[in-house]
């Protein structure tokens, strides 16, 4: 068993955040004495759930719904399979945009550091858009890609 303080630091989040959770209901059963929660294992793992569903974008009201499927049974299995379908399609192209957007930070972070050896841009650009060197123009090409 776990206090809301320990809980609070291994997750790194705040006490208030965990007692918000609480009263939405997403710690059905979560244990207490007096006015003291104790955490199990059951809601540290629903807590590293709230997580990543909150990380894949989900909001409160919508986890909440997860967990009123979750306490209906093996008849929601359809329903809780086709969100975590959804949140991962979700965070796929996110992950996509982003290597997109790492491509071009790594690309632009050579152009500068090439602009600042010759002094110039002239190299570069009689490069562009095709002439790079193999691994740039890859860079390039992803962070161009529409």
């Given at each position: 068993?776990?206090?809301?303080?320990?809980?609070?630091?291994?997750?790194?989040?705040?006490?208030?955040?965990?007692?918000?959770?609480?009263?939405?209901?997403?710690?059905?059963?979560?244990?207490?004495?007096?006015?003291?929660?104790?955490?199990?294992?059951?809601?540290?793992?629903?807590?590293?759930?709230?997580?990543?569903?909150?990380?894949?974008?989900?909001?409160?009201?919508?986890?909440?719904?997860?967990?009123?499927?979750?306490?209906?049974?093996?008849?929601?299995?359809?329903k809780r399979k086709k969100l975590?379908?959804?949140?991962k399609s979700v965070v796929e192209?996110?992950?996509?945009?982003?290597?997109?957007?790492?491509?071009?930070?790594?690309?632009?972070?050579?152009?500068?550091?090439?602009?600042?050896?010759?002094?110039?841009?002239?190299?570069?650009?009689?490069?562009?858009?095709?002439?790079?060197?193999?691994?740039?123009?890859?860079?390039?090409?992803?962070?161009?890609?529409?």
């Amino acid at each position: 068993m776990y206090t809301i303080g320990r809980v609070s630091q291994m997750f790194n989040i705040p006490v208030s955040t965990l007692r918000y959770y609480d009263r939405e209901g997403l710690f059905p059963h979560l244990e207490r004495k007096g006015n003291i929660r104790y955490f199990s294992d059951n809601e540290l793992e629903a807590l590293s759930l709230i997580s990543c569903l909150k990380n894949s974008g989900l909001e409160i009201k919508d986890i909440k719904q997860f967990f009123v499927w979750v306490s209906e049974g093996s008849g929601s299995y359809e329903k809780r399979k086709k969100l975590f379908e959804t949140r991962k399609s979700v965070v796929e192209d996110e992950i996509k945009s982003l290597q997109k957007t790492l491509a071009l930070l790594k690309f632009k972070c050579w152009y500068y550091e090439t602009a600042l050896e010759d002094g110039n841009e002239d190299r570069i650009n009689n490069m562009l858009p095709d002439k790079l060197p193999p691994e740039i123009q890859k860079l390039y090409d992803e962070s161009h890609k529409r």
